[in-house]
């Protein structure tokens, strides 16, 4: 196939290849994978003798989690990924005669639809069970349950619909443009302890640094360096992190860490980035065995549906256990964790029916060849519709009432979006944060 080539930071030329890159596909297959595995390690609704209902968080209350928790914290990953295929889709959109808003419209397009359909449905769904007696306690358990993927939503839409402008700054001055990313990190977390809220702006500026990481290994700048320099970098950034933690700047914990997110995120990126270029040759060489590949490219075309839906499915499934005589056994008992695979066993199997009635909406948007992209302030529109409540989502908790505006909101931005034209379908890769891309 062809490439789109253009210059560099650095005047060199470099190609946008347009074959899917395995080694990526793979690892946010596994990502993926960690993901809905501990999740089903994690949720664990309690009954009380009052009749109460609670959610603990089992796996997170281990005293060995905190170090486990360091290694497998696969989010940065998520984010250096998709900045990688990120700016090479923005780069041949671009070349194309794509302008931003058209990125913008297919990026929200693709993760909105899917989003949509999940609230919606949860919605529905929720009232019934109202209406058919089930305790209110369950139904918000189940609706909180809902909530946790939509801010992943909000914070990778956000530092997607910011790469044609991060990519300008990253084409000039790409290290500039990390360290100002980075200082932006560093004064909100510096100022968090005073203006609580603040912290929430880090949604904004700790993925849009992690995810310039993905842009210098688009570039090349990772696979300049030799295996020590690689390796290097992978300790020089775990010793920082062990030193901001080590004083007590930052916990150890690295799931506190998450939300909101600070600066620990943005080392393990940078770790996690050295990690997966020195690595890359033998996932390269995983990836291309063929029931591997095909394992991969048939989660990819669905792994947008699996991350919105397994945890509210997680959530419904423990709780309606709840309302039954089926066997629970206390968290964290030598029982409870042997039912850890029957859990998993149980998501995967409820997930089946969700994704062949709810995959297709992974698909390309609808395109027509007479097609033009949408208005700019219809795209504007869009994504503030969008934002608004996953935003009240995050700082009040999701509703039963919520997920109803939400879903409605979500489907009023899709008809904004309305159809793209046929060459930025044709050009425009990835769907999203855990989605195989085409790239």
């Known amino acids: ?41 994690m949720v664990s ?10 959610s ?6 281990q005293p060995w989690f905190e170090p486990v928790i360091w290694i497998f914290m696969v989010m940065p990953l998520f984010f250096v990924t998709g900045g990688t295929t990120g700016l090479q889709s923005w780069q041949r959109l671009k070349a194309g005669g794509g302008n931003g808003f058209e990125f913008a419209q297919v990026r929200l397009l693709r993760l909105v639809r899917p989003a949509a359909a999940l609230l919606a449905v949860m919605f529905v769904g929720l009232w019934a069970a109202l209406l058919a007696g089930v305790d209110p306690q369950v139904v918000q358990l189940i609706a909180t349950g809902a909530g946790m993927p939509l801010w992943f939503l909000a914070a990778y839409l956000a530092a997607q619909l910011n790469i044609p402008l991060l990519a300008r700054f990253h084409a000039r001055a790409p290290w500039l443009t990390m360290a100002v990313l980075a200082a932006l990190v560093v004064t909100v977390d510096c100022f968090r302890g005073t203006v609580p809220l603040l912290a929430y702006a880090n949604l904004v500026f700790l993925w849009c640094a992690v ?32 030193v901001v933690t080590g004083l007590g700047l930052y916990t150890g914990n690295m799931l506190v860490n998450l939300n ?37 490219m048939l989660a990819g075309r669905y792994a947008m549906t699996v991350y919105l839906w ?50 297709r909406l992974e698909d390309r948007p609808a395109s027509s060849l007479h097609a033009r992209g949408r208005p700019a302030p219809a795209v504007v529109t869009a994504a503030v519709v969008i934002f608004i409540p996953v935003a009240d ?45 085409r790239g």
Do not use: Y
């Open 1 to 41: 196939m062809s490439d789109v080539r253009e210059q560099g930071p650095s005047g060199q030329q470099r190609g946008a290849a347009h074959e899917r890159d395995l080694g990526i596909d793979l690892v946010r297959f596994v990502c993926l994978a960690l993901v809905v595995v501990g999740h089903c390690m």
């Open 45 to 54: 609704p309690v009954l009380h003798a009052n009749g109460t209902v609670t």
């Open 56 to 61: 603990e968080n089992t796996l997170g209350d």
């Open 211 to 242: 995810q310039q990481v993905g842009f210098l290994m688009a570039d090349g700048h990772f696979a300049r360096l030799t295996t020590s320099g690689l390796v290097g970098l992978v300790v020089a950034a775990n010793l920082l992190l062990g």
């Open 260 to 296: 909101p997110p600070n600066l620990c995120l943005f080392l393990l990126g940078v770790s996690q980035a050295a990690a997966l270029q020195l690595f890359r040759p033998g996932l390269e060489w995983v990836s291309r065995v063929r029931w591997v590949r095909a394992v991969v």
């Open 310 to 359: 397994h945890l509210p499915l997680l959530a419904a499934m423990s709780g309606l256990l709840l309302l039954t005589d089926f066997p629970k056994p206390a968290a964290g008992t030598a029982e409870w964790w042997w039912a850890r695979p029957l859990v998993l066993l149980g998501v995967i199997t409820l997930l089946l029916p969700v994704v062949a009635a709810f995959g």
């Open 393 to 437: 989502a995050a700082f009040n908790g999701l509703t039963l009432g919520l997920l109803g505006g939400g879903a409605a909101c979500f489907a009023l931005a899709v008809l904004l979006l309305g159809r793209v034209p046929d060459r930025v379908t044709g050009e425009e890769a990835g769907a999203g944060a855990v989605r195989a891309h």
